[in-house]
């Protein structure tokens, strides 16, 4: 093991990323073996066109500067070179008449598996195996040091849409879009490195590592001769526990269930509470690094001090709420070499999967057994989705699992993650498991609910407490389950009132807040989940304003976090309206953002500059600053949200900035509700708008607003001073001129009015587009009256909702 100074030296003189070092210096240690051979198989079946395969998958390479990355010693000190015009070749091996092709083209991957790539030429190997008339299998075995498995998923997807492309003859934008350099991350990463979030992340850390964690006791409780050779064993779920997994996982987050049961398991087995579990994290945050094939993956310590009381949901939600701290804080860039004992076990799951069907070939990606487990038990999930139950692996490094000890791990591992997903509930390793004790008392029983309102299913005695003072604090008979309670939120009187009243009669602590516009079973399910002891669970804000750092000034927004502790990973921006709508539709939009928190999407919703509480006036709004700030917001909720995609709504004048976000941030969908679709005729309707009102109000009109309508000078509308250069951007600007800034598209209208026509004609030709037109009871009578009545209308929110669940 290198010491720190040693690796802050290579560091510093080398042009790796700490990444890459640690990796080189790994490779050092151990030569001879395969350490770094990071491998995956694509199955094809169809009619194949080999050379046209070959050549798309040349043209990745040659895009790609990682691919042709080379590592060279100079003084001792490694860098990175990036090759140039080098030739290199795809085998393509012909399997069809042997006996038992599928075999004998397994027995060859894995021989090559077993030779170490080199580092200082290309670093991977490719060949195309024929395994019959239109069976093909790609073997693609890459140097770990310039990839990881989502670099190896973005090549797969890019050499089979080029594939796709050239055999149909038409253009495809993702495979001619070239990936972004990597070259670019690493110096993105060098400059990070000395920010304010450098030096946050290594306080963390250091916080976080002070205190060494015990060896792990089976490591050498076996005796047997050190070879390093390693054997695969897995079992399949039933039928039982594969839907029990699937109903706790979209709460509690597949991840973290497995890891929980995989620490209990560690516990058991080693009789060591305190725990390190190294946890492979994607690491790719900004919306470029989704698609950019490179080496961005951390593996983080995870450390946990296990309860012998907890049960699968109660470790389910001390995992995530670790892991949410984990995310907000870079591991690589703020440590060295990490000490063995912070990496003792490794856990990784695969679970995502590669499947492209085209010109009669379908495509199917799995990985191949890794070789770099060393001293180490690995978990590995493999998720097949529709197509079979999730496999589960465990890799066990023979000189600590020799034999029948091996067989004898991976089914108790088996039986305890049968009986977690039985009795979730219970104590994980308690020897005589009963149900745990609930955090609350029930209360006294309530009179009967009305058949109006159902009654709670019988044992949630959450939610009859709930009930109970609800219909006190409310003054009513009955409370629905449904009912999104307390809509005033925040500190209201009373919220503050059932807060204390929780506490005192039941010992429960929640925060005002917490009651926001939720529903009345959210907030049940929400107290279940967790634990009165648990502070630091309760203390997360489910709003968290925020200042976002601009040009010139700040950005006011606001990130709804889900009410379940796992989002879903797909976050929502919200581009909102301005002016007097702003105002109209203000407490709807917080509802909007609030029920998508409670359906688990991550929501931003921001105030445009010279907005709300953002830097500026009326005097400094201008559509192409808009659109700018909403960027921002969704840069930020990529970074800071564990989302991978992103719907952009916008609503009336919203519009632009949506637009023009959703395609500088490769949102997958734009949904746009009442969309100003042509500024001169709602700066028409704007002056309309502003004529009755002074009618109405009997107030003299602005002497700016006698100059004709195409006056440059600044006008007063509604109340609002308008400069002259913003109505001028506004009167030229019309969603016809924008072309379909997304995949999924979405238009919603439930406005009547000229100008809110359908979508442009250039639209009209994508697949993906949704129209829907309501009929609401309380649409928009004229500007600046969005609602009359219901905060947000149930048909606008069902139908947001389920274009969501489309996309997501």
Known sequence: MQSEAEFERLRRASNLT?????????????????????????????????????????????????????????????????????????????????????EAAEDWMRHQLDTPLVFDGLPFRAALLQLGANRWVWFFNVLHLVADGVALQVVAEQVFDGYVADAIDRVCPKALQPPVPFAEFVDRERMVKEGPRAEAARNYWHQQLAKPVPMA??????????????????????????????ELSATYGQQNLLLATFAAFLTKTTGESSLSIAVPLHNRRRHDEKRMIGLLMDVVPLRLSWQRSWSLLEASVEIGRHLRQIMRHDYSESQGMPNSHDLAFLFNAHNHQFRRSG??????????????????????????????????????????????????????????????????????????????????????????PSPSAPAPDAGHATELILLDICSEVLEVATVRRDQHFLELGGNSLQAILVTTLLEERYGIHMRPEELFVRKLEAIAIFLDATTKQDSALLSQPLVEPLFIPKVGGQLFASIHSPTTLLAKPHGVLLCGPVGREAHSS???????????????????????????????????????TWVDDAE?????????????????????????????????????QLLLWNPVSNGSQHLQELRDAD???????????????????????????????LSGAFLDELRKWSIDQEFPPAPHLAWINNDARECSAGPPRSWMTQASLQQHNLQLQSAWSSIGALFDGDPLPNDVASTIFSILEEVA
Not at 41 to 50: E, F, H, M, T, V
């Open 632 to 668: 921002a917001a969704g840069l930020h909720l990529l970074a800071n949200a564990k989302v991978d995609n992103l719907t952009v709504i916008g609503l009336r004048l919203g519009t632009p900035a949506a637009v023009g976000a959703a395609r500088r941030l490769g949102a997958k």
């Open 18 to 102: 700490r990444r890459q070092l640690r990796a080189w210096i790994g490779h050092h240690a151990r030569p001879e073996l395969p350490l770094w051979n990071l491998a995956v198989k694509i199955s094809l079946d169809g009619p194949l066109d080999a050379k046209r395969w070959i050549h798309s998958f040349q043209k990745v390479v040659t895009a790609s500067d990682a691919l042709r990355s080379c590592f060279r010693e100079q003084d001792g000190v490694p860098h990175r070179h990036v090759l140039e015009g080098q030739a290199f070749e795809v085998a393509q091996i012909d399997f069809q008449n042997q006996p038992h092709a599928a």
């Open 359 to 448: 010109c009669s070939v379908q495509a199917e990606q799995s990985w191949l057994p890794p070789s770099n487990i060393v001293e180490t038990l690995a978990l590995q999930i493999t998720d097949f989705g529709n197509r079979g139950r999730p496999f589960f692996e465990l890799d066990l490094d023979n000189t600590v699992f020799p034999g029948s000890a091996a067989q004898e791990t991976v089914d108790a591992f088996h039986q305890l993650l049968r009986h977690a997903l039985s009795h979730p509930e219970q104590a994980l390793l308690h020897k005589k498991r009963t149900t745990c004790t609930p955090i609350v008392t029930p209360p006294s029983p309530s009179p009967s």
């Open 217 to 246: 006791g089976f490591y050498g409780r076996k005796k047997a001769p050190t070879e390093l050779r390693f054997q695969r064993l897995g079992f399949d779920l039933n039928s039982t526990s594969q839907s029990q997994l699937e």
């Open 691 to 721: 004529t009755t009102w002074r009618q109405q109000e009997r107030l003299a009109r602005a002497p700016s607003n006698q100059r004709g309508k195409h006056s440059k000078q600044s006008q007063e509308l509604l109340g609002f001073s």
């Open 586 to 624: 203000h407490r709807a939009w917080i509802n909007l953002a609030q029920q998508l928190a409670d359906a688990g999407y991550p929501t931003m919703r921001f105030d445009p500059s010279g907005c709300g509480d953002s830097s500026g006036d009326e005097q400094h709004w201008s559509l192409k």
